[in-house]
């Protein structure tokens, strides 16, 4: 809640516009989505980017041992940028999913 | 002498074997079936991927271990593993979990040092359900992570 907190939740409507376009009358096509729902899952990647970054790294932080810590902090990066990438992959999915198919 | 040319092909055989005992799980069986269950993924697809890390001035290039869990039908929670190998044996850590959620999905993860790594298991979520999720999966990191509760 703290990261997220700092962070403008106006742009943060991953599921929002499809669960709007999900109460609307008419399905879209496929083009009419695509575009809302890749920019939708571009801001889910970049909240959830900062959001694992900060966690982990918090959590490599407070290892005492330093070689576990070095090797922790190494690997942030990857790790942050991989699970951003899945939540990449889900947002987008769930968006298209609720928006071709009302 | 026949036995000794069979016991002599038995320990050929063996030998490689115990070299390769006991290597470290794959990171999809870091967790079980009853974790699984109370997220909602007993049955869910599994993706395994290896990713490389860069070595850096204070550490050395390394990989990392994961598997995702995701839903086979429809958009519910997904849950991913990850591990990475440490080069020096640690004690086991006690687990540490975080959650974070917005208006409209929850991210929570948990952390723990295991003897030969660091594990971390995180999991994504629509907004709505995700305390009841993320409560599971600390209740249920806790379970299999804690020292002396394995």
Request: charged share 15%; hydrophobic share 40%.
């Amino acid at each position: 809640m703290k990261i997220f907190s700092k962070l403008s939740f106006k742009s943060f409507a991953v599921f929002g516009t499809a669960a709007l376009l999900a109460s609307s009358a008419y399905a879209l096509s496929w083009y009419d989505c695509q575009p809302i729902c890749q920019q939708n899952a571009t801001n889910a990647y970049n909240q959830s980017y900062t959001y694992y970054a900060t966690q982990q790294t918090n959590y490599c932080n407070s290892l005492t041992d330093p070689s576990a810590k070095s090797a922790c902090l190494a690997g942030v990066q990857a790790y942050a940028t991989q699970q951003a990438t899945n939540v990449y992959n889900q947002a987008y999915n769930g968006c298209m999913n609720s928006c071709t198919h009302v | 002498m026949r036995h000794t040319v069979l016991a002599v092909m038995l320990a050929s055989c063996l030998v490689p074997m115990a070299a390769h005992a006991a290597p470290a799980p794959a990171p999809c069986d870091l967790l079980d079936q009853q974790m699984l269950t109370a997220l909602n993924l007993a049955d869910a697809a599994t993706k395994v991927e290896h990713k490389a890390i860069a070595a850096t001035a204070q550490a050395p290039a390394n990989r990392m271990d994961m598997c995702t869990f995701t839903p086979r039908v429809g958009t519910g929670a997904s849950l991913s593993v990850m591990r990475l190998p440490l080069a020096k044996k640690m004690p086991p850590g006690k687990p540490i979990c975080t959650d974070n959620s917005a208006e409209k999905f929850g991210l929570a993860t948990c952390n723990v040092t295991v003897k030969d790594g660091i594990v971390t298991v995180s999991l994504v979520s629509r907004r709505a359900g995700f305390e009841t999720l993320s409560a599971a999966l600390r209740s249920n990191f806790e379970r299999l992570f804690t020292p002396g509760r394995q």
